[in-house]
């Protein structure tokens, strides 16, 4: 949905240095596939494309194929009257030395080829119908407001709060793939209560901490980034996300976007390509081994390209049932395949509002920040209206996350220390809309 609050004449009017994301990326609507590559990337989300960019910097002939026509999957931006960008899917990220790990194996610098703007510290806001929680500045700060507003539930934050930790723990060994008897050591000294909880759903794990509703509310007010009820998500994964963002919130300069022109130019810097408007028909097997895909029919190129090896980066049902074929699957897969459900989707409304960026802070009190408000407090019943909907019945809205991408590019605002002063260094860049408006989204 786009909404936009002012006249197309005006809009119209004013010139702009703005290139729309689908402009961007037009040379790769035409690009030519080859006819054999080492590895052919199906989907060009960020998976798909960091996938393709990392095989490509360590020397292998890559091909990524996409049916859309803008590459970035979630990481994407649509544009308006020729000025306007807003963002898609991506809106902020935490922990940087991780996403520099990342951009670092795809042969990327954080801080010259990606910038991300650091938000406020208090960077989450959680509005609920009678108080506002502040969420940012690390666990111990996370620890003691919660003590603050709820100084009869000690006990179960702490378990909640010990529960994070450990799957943090938990999540570093198996990254330093850690497994057998060093695993189980770390489980038996620093993650027990991880371990019995990680595969379990999030309700579970609150109902041995708080019975207390308002509590309960603001533990899992995160829930619209995974777009699930507590009952129906992984503990591990909940807590992973809140650990995620435990430390600080940042904007990519010029929004998910940016990160996706550059995994996608560095494909093509290394002798890859990246190919869209040319989705993916079928996988193509030898027996068990994946040996290319066969492509959208198109009057240049090839229909088939041979590859080494395949990677299917995309919706889990569509690549087995669509691209491989459910009898390629034994007896357990296959039942994972088909009784997945899909998670809830999101209506975005995308507004331009006359007010300078740095008005919406000083007059409006809007900060670098995002703001998740509730119309109540029961997440469980909140999701029901959503899962339970019949065809043609109207949904009921049960809150709203705001934020400006406009807001989120401006300077941050000077703070102490060496570190913070050169985080004050990163270029401000506005990539949305002119400078004297604004641009909000409302999901």
Same mark, same amino acid.
């Given at each position: ?259 996706s022109d550059a ?67 034994? /007896? ?86 060496a570190a913070a ?14 400078? /004297?408006?604004?641009?909000i989204e409302i999901?």
């Open positions: 949905i786009f909404s936009v609050l002012l006249s197309q004449e005006t809009a119209m009017a004013t010139a702009s240095k703005h290139v729309p994301p689908a402009q961007r990326c037009q040379h790769r609507v035409h690009a030519v596939p080859p006819a054999s590559v080492d590895v052919a990337v199906v989907g060009c989300g960020t998976a798909g494309l960091t996938a393709a960019a990392i095989l490509a910097n360590n020397g292998l002939k890559v091909a990524a194929f996409d049916q859309h026509f803008v590459s970035g999957g979630c990481a994407t931006q649509f544009g308006r009257l020729g000025k306007y960008a807003f963002d898609i899917g991506l809106h902020y990220v935490g922990d940087p030395p991780a996403f520099a790990e990342f951009l670092s194996d795809a042969g990327l610098r954080l801080g010259s080829d990606v910038v991300l703007n650091p938000m406020d510290q208090d960077f989450e806001n959680f509005v609920f119908p009678d108080f506002t929680f502040r969420f940012g500045g690390g666990l111990e700060v996370f620890r003691s407001r919660l003590v603050e507003l709820f100084p009869s539930e000690v006990k179960g934050i702490d378990r909640y709060v010990r529960f994070l930790s450990e799957i943090r723990e938990l999540s570093k060994v198996q990254s330093q793939g850690k497994k057998g008897f060093s695993l189980l050591g770390t489980v038996a000294l620093k993650a027990r209560l991880g371990a019995q909880y990680a595969k379990g759903d999030l309700k579970s794990l609150l109902d041995t901490c708080t019975k207390d509703p308002r509590l309960r509310a603001v533990l899992c007010a995160q829930n619209g980034d995974y777009g699930l009820p507590p009952s129906r998500v992984c503990a591990a994964l909940h807590a992973g996300l809140v650990m995620h963002y435990m430390d600080g919130g940042f904007y990519p300069a010029g929004g998910g976007q940016a990160i995994l996608a130019d560095q494909i093509e810097r290394k002798g890859g390509v990246v190919c869209l408007r040319r989705g993916v028909e079928e996988i193509l097997f030898q027996g068990k081994q994946a040996v290319g895909v066969r492509l959208q029919k198109r009057r240049k190129g090839p229909e088939v390209v041979q590859a080494k090896a395949v990677i299917a980066a995309g919706d889990l049902q569509r690549i087995m049932t669509s691209l491989v074929g459910v009898d390629k699957l034994v /007896e357990k897969e296959r039942q994972i395949v088909l009784s997945g459900k899909s998670a809830a989707g999101m209506v975005n409304t995308c507004v331009v509002v006359r007010v300078p960026p740095q008005e919406l802070i000083s007059r409006f009190g809007f900060q670098r920040a995002n703001y998740w408000c509730f119309d109540s407090y029961d997440m469980e019943a909140a999701y029901d209206g959503v899962f339970n909907a019949k065809p043609g019945q109207a949904i009921p809205t049960v809150g709203a996350y705001i934020t400006s991408a406009s807001l989120k590019e401006l300077p941050p605002r000077p703070t102490a220390g002063a050169a985080a004050a260094q990163a270029p401000g860049l506005i990539h949305h809309c002119p400078p /004297e408006e604004s641009t999901l």
